[in-house]
């Protein structure tokens, strides 16, 4: 089984639902390299897919800097 069958990938919808964000947003966080959003792991067709593992450590890593500022 190859490394890409074995990642779950998210379509971009479901990543804006999972932050209660739109699209739009989702394009600026990519855009943002302060915030080190992940990209996304594969573009099919124009549609966007996410590593969900990578986006796990994105939430952690937004979880310390709450925490550091705080």
Known sequence: MSDIQQRKLLPGPIVDERYGICART???W???PKLNFPQPAVVI??????????????????????????
Not at 45 to 70: M, N, P, S
């Open 45 to 70: 067709k124009g549609r966007e897919y996410y590593d969900e593992d990578h986006l796990i450590v994105f939430e952690r890593t937004q979880a310390v800097r709450r925490t550091a500022a705080a």
């Open 26 to 28: 989702r394009a600026r």
């Open 30 to 32: 990519k855009r943002d």
